[in-house]
């Protein structure tokens, strides 16, 4: 396909703007002469051929609409397009930020009602919807946790993550100034006790832990887990993201967790992936109340306004009040689906991993065979043995049979790991035409390994220097 670029000849436009009926002002008279040009090198193309090329351009993604993306860990569920109309409503998206409370009521009590709900859900005491990010999620959590040992004078500077944890994680500890420390996972891909009693000590401020973890396995030790961590006086932090695989069966706060960060974007059904801003909303427990990020939402009455007026709190963690629209889009999944919707939705996730993991196990090496949660992680390993075709190549063939690849090389703790999301939104038909597609490479990774080395196969741009792309990216057209 060609570039916009390669299409331009010179005069031809898309729009006529009407001449200026103001006198003209030379630019360099209020402009800096350093930030002006004489060519703009511009494509100069018709209305037509724009909206062919951008047509084009986008029938060429890829997104949850168009196919099955089973990407570990991201939770590409489908995204009900009802919320998508309730959050075009002109009252959610015409308001402007700076309107005084008086007049932003009905969005305050949407934005009060969510902080209830996800409180409930996951058996927490108060939320904040301020961060725009799981990441920043995790941040403000870990910055509430910095501040709460701050303030009860007590040096603690180890944070602790297990081997199998996103890499955000010891991201943000390190961010809070936190030296990180990495926890081991025992045989059964669980956190190892005797290693995080060896570990846990007067210095650990947290635990950050994720449950189920990336390996799709429910922490089964999770009330001895808390325990010793709570035994010596630290904090236990949840990383929710994965949210989706217990939702009405378990909560966070009744398990022992502290602090949570969610991922609306994930969890709650809200387009990311290229696809739309995110939301990391932050639950905790009474003890982390005071610390949550300003302005807070107050209630007076009937009458509902933002306070600052918090002396221990962290500060503020983004412009506004997050990503409003986001939120609005997941209060909609939530009233929609309502509490047995979420039960449901959660144990079809479930149902659908262990029924890709059931079928796939003769044809993939399987490291941890237990029941799993939301996702499951198999290994090529088997395959690399056998011809010499790695976890790469499997991902790559995956689109020439018009799949989204799983996640791959995570967690780390797998080697050749792929990690396999199916979300709870999909049918038995799309999961048996996924598995059929994975036991077809699997067989033509030992008939004809060059074949699947040398995928995409069907492509525009076929297989990318990934490393050359990252290092030296090529993004400019040139003449
Ligand atoms: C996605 C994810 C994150 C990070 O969320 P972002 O919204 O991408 O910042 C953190 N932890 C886990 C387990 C995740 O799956």
């Known amino acids: 396909m060609e570039l916009i670029f390669e299409l331009s000849k010179v005069g031809r436009r898309a729009a006529d703007?009407?001449?200026?009926?103001?006198?003209?002002?030379?630019?360099?008279?209020?402009?800096?002469?350093?930030?002006?040009?004489?060519?703009l090198d511009l494509p100069e193309v018709s209305e037509i051929d724009l909206v062919r090329h951008y047509t084009k351009l986008s029938q060429r993604n890829f997104g949850v609409d168009l196919g099955f993306y089973p990407l570990g860990s991201c939770t590409m569920k489908y995204n009900p397009k009802i919320n998508e109309t309730v959050a075009a409503l002109p009252e959610f998206t015409g308001l402007h930020p700076y309107a005084p409370h008086e007049f932003a009521q009905?969005?305050?009590?949407?934005?009060?009602?969510?902080?209830r709900l996800l409180s409930n859900i996951f058996g927490m005491a108060e939320f904040t919807l301020q961060p725009a990010?799981?990441?920043?999620?995790?941040?403000?959590?870990?910055?509430?946790?910095?501040?709460?040992?701050?303030?009860?004078?007590?040096?603690?500077?180890?944070?602790?993550?297990?081997?199998?944890?996103?890499?955000?994680?010891?991201?943000?500890?390190?961010?809070?100034g936190f030296e990180t420390v990495t926890l081991r996972s025992n045989g059964e891909g669980g956190v190892d006790l005797e290693h995080l009693e060896e570990l846990m000590s007067e210095e650990v401020a947290a635990l950050m832990l994720t449950n189920p973890n990336t390996l799709g396995l429910f922490e089964r030790n999770i009330e001895k887990v808390a325990q010793l961590v709570?035994?010596?006086?630290?904090?236990?932090?949840?990383?929710?993201?994965?949210?989706?695989?217990?939702?009405?069966?378990?909560?966070?706060?009744?398990?022992?967790?502290?602090?949570?960060?969610?991922?609306?974007?994930?969890?709650?059904?809200?387009?990311?992936?290229?696809?739309?801003?995110?939301?990391?909303?932050?639950?905790?427990?009474?003890?982390?109340?005071?610390?949550?990020?300003?302005?807070?939402?107050?209630?007076?009455?009937?009458?509902?306004?933002?306070?600052?007026?918090?002396?221990?709190?962290?500060?503020?963690?983004?412009?506004?009040?997050?990503?409003?629209?986001?939120?609005?889009?997941?209060?909609?999944?939530?009233?929609?689906?309502?509490?047995?919707?979420?039960t449901r939705a959660a144990e079809m996730a479930v149902l659908n991993a262990n029924?890709?993991?059931?079928?796939?196990?003769?044809?993939?090496?399987?490291?941890?065979?237990?029941?799993?949660?939301?996702?499951?992680?198999?290994?090529?390993?088997?395959?690399?043995?056998?011809?010499?075709?790695h976890t790469t190549d499997i991902a790559k063939r995956l689109i020439d049979?018009?799949?989204?690849?799983?996640?791959?090389?995570?967690?780390?703790?797998?080697?050749?790991?792929?990690?396999?999301?199916?979300?709870?939104?999909?049918?038995?038909?799309?999961?048996?035409n996924f598995c059929a597609a994975m036991i077809a490479i699997a067989r033509e990774a030992k008939e004809n390994p060059q074949h699947v080395k040398d995928a995409p196969l069907t492509t525009p741009v076929k297989r990318l220097d990934e490393v050359l792309a990252a290092r030296k990216p090529d993004v400019c057209w040139k003449k």
Request: with cysteine.
């Open 17 to 39: 703007v009407p001449l200026s009926d103001v006198p003209q002002i030379a630019p360099e008279s209020f402009i800096d002469k350093k930030y002006l040009r004489d060519e």
């Open 106 to 115: 009905g969005n305050l009590h949407l934005l009060f009602m969510m902080q």
């Open 133 to 176: 990010a799981g990441a920043h999620g995790e941040l403000t959590g870990v910055m509430m946790i910095k501040k709460y040992f701050e303030q009860k004078g007590e040096k603690r500077r180890v944070v602790l993550i297990p081997d199998t944890a996103h890499g955000t994680n010891p991201a943000s500890g390190a961010l809070c």
């Open 230 to 342: 709570h035994g010596n006086g630290g904090l236990l932090y949840g990383d929710g993201a994965n949210a989706n695989a217990f939702l009405g069966k378990t909560r966070p706060g009744d398990l022992g967790f502290d602090v949570i960060q969610l991922n609306l974007h994930k969890t709650f059904s809200t387009p990311h992936g290229g696809g739309g801003p995110g939301s990391g909303p932050v639950g905790v427990s009474a003890k982390l109340i005071d610390f949550l990020p300003v302005p807070r939402i107050v209630r007076k009455g009937q009458e509902f306004h933002w306070s600052e007026n918090f002396p221990q709190t962290i500060g503020r963690v983004r412009a506004f009040y997050g990503n409003f629209n986001v939120v609005v889009k997941a209060y909609a999944y939530i009233r929609s689906l309502g509490a047995a919707g979420l």
């Open 355 to 389: 029924y890709v993991k059931e079928i796939l196990k003769p044809y993939y090496d399987l490291p941890y065979d237990h029941a799993c949660m939301h996702e499951c992680v198999f290994s090529g390993s088997k395959q690399v043995a056998e011809s010499g075709v």
């Open 401 to 432: 049979y018009h799949y989204h690849p799983p996640t791959i090389y995570f967690p780390l703790i797998v080697p050749e790991a792929i990690m396999i999301e199916p979300t709870e939104t999909e049918s038995k038909e799309t999961l048996d």
